[in-house]
């Protein structure tokens, strides 16, 4: 039995659906607008990064937002930040609009707790990815290769299995389109070796905290996948943490190796979008309202059961 929080006491939230498919802050900078995330200049220190309800699949944005969806994904990663500030420091500086600048007040309604304060920090090039289980696009280079971004592993082992130690397996970041998976010696080539150690011993550290923490919770992190950035000279976990969208977060007690596993991500919309006779280019499908509820449902539950809190 899973000693996890119960998902079936009374409904995750009291409140009405709320979506956002895209922000507007007029008197802001707008700097960049990715998948989920817009992210407004606040100063030469500061950035404002909201979370919008949009989700995507496939490299495409769908049309139908996910209602709550980045309240989210910026609550998971503020509750991620202030578990890892030992291990790591953050970018991170507050959720509380309240604490926010003057000049972002007006726009309160529409970006409490989907947004954060975030400091300016020079990104590195690479995404940081650890594997604990084989998933994804591990799986499929495995079952062609035996390896995972250039690194041997045992053979025999099954979809969804536990690798008997957590990998590192870094991506070049992509303009568009999908990230590359990189072998640790082509990241080394990018990022100068030392940064490459450095960047490598921080992803597992962090990785192994946040897993042994997620399974206390009745819940097995599969695989994240992590940004840094240099501030003030530092190295500190920047972007999203942890997410439902950054991560495969499997109900350990439904957990059976040899297939997809049931998972509280967005694999689910995936799923969905494979049924269909649809080519996985622009213009994405709409969803059905019975996906978009269960989407919501889901993502909700991740956050209840990692935070034992209701948002």
């Not at 990064?49 to 969806?69: E, G, N, Y």
């Not at 890892?84 to 972002?104: K, Q």
């Not at 998933?135 to 025999?156: D, F, M, N």
């Not at 509820?293 to 990692?306: C, D, F, G, M, P």
Request: glycine share 6%.
């Amino acid at each position: 039995m899973s000693d996890s929080p119960s998902l079936c006491e009374g409904p995750l939230t009291s409140e009405e659906p709320r979506t956002l498919h895209q922000s507007t802050l007029p008197t802001l900078e707008l700097i960049g607008s990715g998948k989920v995330r817009d992210v407004y200049r606040v100063d030469d220190r500061h950035l404002l990064i909201v979370a919008t309800d949009r989700i995507s699949a496939f490299d495409c944005i769908l049309p139908d937002p996910i209602p709550r969806k980045g309240e989210v994904l910026t609550q998971v990663s503020v509750f991620w930040f202030d578990f890892l500030r030992d291990v790591a420091p953050s970018h991170f500086v507050t959720a509380d609009v309240g604490a926010y600048p003057a000049a972002l007040q007006q726009y309160a309604s529409q970006i409490e707790r989907r947004s954060m304060l975030v400091r300016t920090a020079l990104m590195t090039p690479v995404e940081c990815v650890a594997r604990g289980y084989l998933a994804g696009s591990g799986w499929k280079e495995y079952r062609a290769s035996g390896t995972v971004c250039e690194i041997p592993l045992p053979a025999g082992l099954r979809d969804g299995d536990q690798l008997p130690e957590p990998i590192f397996t870094p991506a070049h970041k992509a303009q568009s389109g999908h990230d590359e998976n990189i072998s640790f010696a082509r990241m080394a080539e990018v990022t100068g070796n030392d940064l490459a150690e450095q960047l490598r011993r921080l992803t597992l550290d962090i990785y192994s905290k946040a897993a042994a923490y997620a399974r206390t919770r009745g819940i097995i992190l599969a695989d994240t996948k992590f940004e840094f950035g240099f501030i003030d000279g530092k190295l500190a976990l920047c972007d999203e943490v942890l997410t439902p969208d950054s991560s495969r977060f499997w109900p350990a007690d439904s957990w059976k190796p040899g297939g997809p596993q049931v998972s509280f991500d967005k694999q689910f919309v995936r799923d969905y979008l494979e049924t269909l006779p649809w080519a996985k280019q622009p213009p994405a499908p709409h969803l059905p309202a019975n996906i978009i509820h269960q989407t919501s449902v889901k993502y909700l539950e991740a956050y209840q059961t990692l935070t034992g809190k209701r948002l």
